[in-house]
Every structure is written in structure tokens, then in C-alpha cells.
């Protein structure tokens, strides 16, 4: 069993920073595509950074420039330093793993940003 298992989430004015962090329970986290989504009231879940299991990254226009996505396969962790933060970040942001055809989703946490 896969478990993700995100935290570091909370309330920032806007311009301020904040780090996520996602645990992956399991050993299978060196063959896993990574990834970032967000969610805001109202919208669909959109894809925010993913990170290859070679370490590669790729971000949306809206987080790049901003947002840095990292891994560390020997915690089995990912990460996403967030830094010049805006209300418009404003939303639930999960972790998710990508292994095969398997998809695995933690559970989110809010992210909130305060003009």
C-alpha cells in the first residue's frame, strides 16, 4: 500500500513563502514520476510542478519562476519551496505519484494567501 502523505501548508501574506513537503510511504519512490497539483474553490485541479525520478522538472507558467520542485529518493520525499506567494496561490495543493498505470494521491492541505 502507497500512502502520500502531504504537510507543511498554511497561512501567508501575500509575497511570503512556504514549503511543502509529501512523505511516501512504500519502496517504490525512485520509480515514481512526481507531482504537485492545486485545487481552488470553484476550479478544476490543475497541475502546478512534476519531477521526473531523474530529478528533471517541469512547471506550469503560473509557478514557474516562483515555485521550486525537489526530491530526495533517500527519504522518499518530495518537496515545494514556494516563495513570492500571491492570493491568487490561494488553494488545496496535493501531492501526487505517477509508477505504470498506478496514480496515487495524498490527501492535500491548504495553502492560503492573504493580500
Known amino acids: 500500500q502507497v500512502q502520500l502523505v502531504e504537510s507543511g501548508g498554511g497561512l501567508v501574506q501575500a509575497g511570503g513563502s512556504l514549503r511543502l513537503s509529501c512523505a511516501v510511504s512504500?519502496?517504490?519512490?525512485?520509480?515514481?514520476?512526481m507531482a504537485w497539483y492545486r485545487q481552488a474553490p470553484g476550479k478544476q485541479r490543475d497541475l502546478v510542478a512534476t519531477?521526473?525520478?531523474?530529478?528533471?522538472?517541469n512547471y506550469a507558467d503560473s509557478a514557474k519562476g516562483r515555485f521550486t520542485i525537489s526530491r530526495d529518493n533517500a527519504k522518499n520525499t518530495v518537496s515545494l519551496q514556494m516563495n513570492n506567494l500571491k492570493p491568487d496561490d490561494t488553494a488545496v495543493y496535493y501531492c501526487?505519484?505517477?509508477?505504470?498505470?498506478?496514480?496515487?494521491w495524498g490527501q492535500g492541505t491548504q495553502v492560503t494567501v492573504s493580500s
Open positions: 501526487n505519484g505517477k509508477i505504470g498505470w498506478s496514480v496515487y
Open positions: 512504500g519502496n517504490i519512490f525512485r520509480a515514481t514520476v
Open positions: 519531477i521526473s525520478t531523474g530529478g528533471s522538472a
